[in-house]
C-alpha cells in the first residue's frame, strides 16, 4: 500500500512540474483516426492534457510506415508519437528511424501480455481476430447446434452454407486454418515455416473451397453476415461488438481459435521524445488502459488493468476468453514470409 501511495505521488509530482506557469507544451500525435482515435481522445488524450497543462494536437494516418521513414530522414517530424501496429515498429527498430526503450520505462514486463512489448513498440489494448454467426439468420440445417470451435468455421456438413474470409493473408485465416486442422496454438509458426505445414494449410482452405466469399472490406464483411449472404464471417472483435451494440444486430462472436495482436505507440527520433515519454508513461497506467474499454471492446495489454474492467465489459474482450485456445499473430515471422504466402494464397483464391 505505501509502495503504490508513492509512486502514485511521484507521477503526480511530474505532471504537476509540467503543468507550471511557461513550461506547458504540445504533443503531437498520430493514430489511425475514426471511432477508434475519437475514443483515444477521450480516455487518454483529454486525461493527459488535464494531468500535466500539455495540449495535444493530433493526425491520422494509415499506416504507411514509408512516410514516417521519409519525415525523419528529411528532419521534419510532424508527430512525436505515433500509433501502429506490431510489425511498424520492428521495421522502423530494425532500420533505426523510431526510438528504442527500456521495457521496464513503462512498468513491469511481466505484467504486459507475452509478446507485446518490444524496444520501438509500446502496447496498451490488444485485438482479436474472430468469426461471428447471425442468430437472425441461422439455416434450418443447422438445426439447434450453433458454432462453438475453430473447427466449425471448416465444418460445411455440420453448419452448411458461405463463409466470408479476408482476402488478406496477414488477417489471420492461416493461422485459423492451422488450428482447425489440429495443430496446438504454441506450434503454428513452427509448422508454418515447413513445406507440409503450408500443404496443411491448403488443403484445409480446400475443404470449405465451394463455400467461401472473399471480402476486401470489413464492412463488406459485416453486410454480407448481416444479409444472409453468409452464415459465418471471419472479422476483427470490435467490429462484431459494433455491430451488437449500436446496429442491434443478433450476431454471435465465436472466440475459439482468435488470432491476436497488439496496436503499440512508437516514437520517431527527431521529435519530442521526453514529452512523449511522458505521454507514453501516462497511457500505460493500467487505470489509463481500462478506460478505452468503455468505449472499444480491446483488451488492456497489461493483465494489471483488467481490475479497472467494469465487469459487464469483460466478456466483449479478447483476454477474458482462454487466449491459450488462439494465436497471437507473429508480426516478426510475417515479416519475412507474406510475400511467399501472399502469392500462394492468390493463386489458391485464382482456382477458386
Same mark, same amino acid.
Given at each position: 500500500?505505501?509502495?503504490?501511495?508513492?509512486?502514485?505521488?511521484?507521477?503526480?509530482?511530474?505532471?504537476?512540474?509540467?503543468?507550471?506557469?511557461?513550461?506547458?507544451?504540445?504533443?503531437?500525435?498520430?493514430?489511425?483516426?475514426?471511432?477508434?482515435?475519437?475514443?483515444?481522445?477521450?480516455?487518454?488524450?483529454?486525461?493527459?492534457?488535464?494531468?500535466?497543462?500539455?495540449?495535444?494536437?493530433?493526425?491520422?494516418?494509415?499506416?504507411?510506415?514509408?512516410? %514516417?521513414?521519409?519525415?525523419? $530522414?528529411?528532419?521534419?517530424?510532424?508527430?512525436? @508519437?505515433?500509433?501502429?501496429? =506490431?510489425?511498424?515498429? !520492428? /521495421?522502423?527498430?530494425?532500420?533505426?528511424?523510431?526510438?528504442?526503450?527500456?521495457?521496464?520505462?513503462?512498468?513491469?514486463?511481466?505484467?504486459?501480455?507475452?509478446?507485446?512489448?518490444?524496444?520501438?513498440?509500446?502496447?496498451?489494448?490488444?485485438?482479436?481476430?474472430?468469426?461471428?454467426?447471425?442468430?437472425?439468420?441461422?439455416?434450418?440445417?443447422?438445426?439447434?447446434?450453433?458454432?462453438?470451435?475453430?473447427?466449425?468455421?471448416?465444418?460445411?456438413?455440420?453448419?452448411?452454407?458461405?463463409?466470408?474470409?479476408?482476402?488478406?493473408? %496477414?488477417?489471420?485465416?492461416? $493461422?485459423?486454418?492451422?488450428?482447425?486442422?489440429? @495443430?496446438?496454438?504454441?506450434? =503454428?509458426?513452427?509448422? !508454418? /515455416?515447413?513445406?507440409?505445414?503450408?500443404?496443411?494449410?491448403f488443403?484445409?482452405?480446400?475443404?470449405?473451397?465451394?463455400?467461401?466469399?472473399?471480402?476486401s472490406?470489413?464492412?463488406?464483411?459485416?453486410?454480407?453476415?448481416?444479409?444472409?449472404?453468409?452464415?459465418?464471417?471471419?472479422?476483427?472483435?470490435?467490429?462484431?461488438?459494433?455491430?451488437?451494440?449500436?446496429?442491434?444486430?443478433?450476431?454471435?462472436?465465436?472466440?475459439?481459435?482468435?488470432?491476436?495482436?497488439?496496436?503499440?505507440?512508437?516514437?520517431?527520433?527527431?521529435?519530442?521524445?521526453?514529452?512523449?515519454?511522458?505521454?507514453?508513461?501516462f497511457?500505460?497506467?493500467?487505470?489509463?488502459?481500462?478506460e478505452?474499454?468503455?468505449?472499444m471492446?480491446?483488451?488492456p495489454?497489461?493483465?494489471?488493468?483488467?481490475?479497472?474492467?467494469?465487469?459487464?465489459?469483460?466478456?466483449?474482450?479478447?483476454?477474458?476468453?482462454d487466449?491459450?485456445?488462439?494465436?497471437?499473430?507473429?508480426?516478426?515471422?510475417?515479416?519475412?514470409?507474406?510475400?511467399?504466402?501472399?502469392?500462394?494464397f492468390?493463386?489458391?483464391?485464382?482456382?477458386?
Amino acid at each position: 500500500m505505501f509502495i503504490k501511495f508513492n509512486l502514485s505521488a511521484c507521477a503526480c509530482a511530474i505532471w504537476m512540474v509540467s503543468a507550471l506557469p511557461g513550461s506547458a507544451e504540445t504533443l503531437r500525435i498520430m493514430s489511425f483516426g475514426g471511432t477508434y482515435q475519437d475514443a483515444q481522445r477521450e480516455t487518454v488524450f483529454k486525461p493527459f492534457e488535464e494531468a500535466t497543462g500539455n495540449s495535444i494536437v493530433e493526425s491520422s494516418w494509415f499506416g504507411e510506415l514509408g512516410k %514516417i521513414r521519409a519525415m525523419v $530522414e528529411a528532419n521534419n517530424v510532424t508527430a512525436d @508519437v505515433i500509433m501502429g501496429d =506490431v510489425a511498424h515498429a !520492428l /521495421a522502423g527498430c530494425d532500420e533505426g528511424f523510431l526510438e528504442a526503450f527500456e521495457p521496464a520505462l513503462f512498468g513491469d514486463p511481466a505484467d504486459y501480455l507475452p509478446g507485446t512489448m518490444s524496444e520501438c513498440g509500446i502496447p496498451t489494448e490488444v485485438i482479436s481476430i474472430v468469426y461471428a454467426y447471425n442468430e437472425d439468420k441461422i439455416p434450418l440445417d443447422w438445426g439447434s447446434a450453433r458454432p462453438q470451435s475453430i473447427a466449425d468455421l471448416f465444418d460445411t456438413k455440420k453448419f452448411p452454407g458461405k463463409r466470408a474470409l479476408s482476402s488478406s493473408v %496477414i488477417s489471420g485465416v492461416i $493461422e485459423k486454418a492451422l488450428l482447425a486442422d489440429g @495443430v496446438a496454438p504454441d506450434k =503454428v509458426y513452427e509448422v !508454418l /515455416a515447413t513445406e507440409d505445414g503450408i500443404r496443411r494449410v491448403f488443403a484445409k482452405l480446400d475443404t470449405i473451397k465451394n463455400d467461401v466469399v472473399f471480402y476486401s472490406s470489413s464492412a463488406q464483411a459485416m453486410q454480407l453476415l448481416a444479409d444472409g449472404e453468409v452464415v459465418m464471417t471471419q472479422i476483427a472483435n470490435g467490429r462484431v461488438y459494433s455491430a451488437i451494440k449500436n446496429d442491434k444486430k443478433h450476431f454471435v462472436p465465436v472466440w475459439d481459435g482468435q488470432v491476436w495482436y497488439p496496436d503499440v505507440w512508437f516514437v520517431p527520433k527527431g521529435g519530442n521524445k521526453e514529452l512523449a515519454v511522458e505521454f507514453l508513461k501516462f497511457a500505460t497506467q493500467p487505470k489509463i488502459m481500462a478506460e478505452l474499454t468503455k468505449h472499444m471492446p480491446y483488451a488492456p495489454a497489461r493483465n494489471s488493468a483488467m481490475d479497472y474492467v467494469p465487469q459487464e465489459i469483460k466478456p466483449d474482450l479478447p483476454t477474458s476468453h482462454d487466449i491459450s485456445k488462439g494465436v497471437r499473430s507473429d508480426m516478426v515471422w510475417w515479416a519475412s514470409h507474406q510475400n511467399e504466402f501472399t502469392t500462394r494464397f492468390q493463386n489458391w483464391m485464382a482456382q477458386h
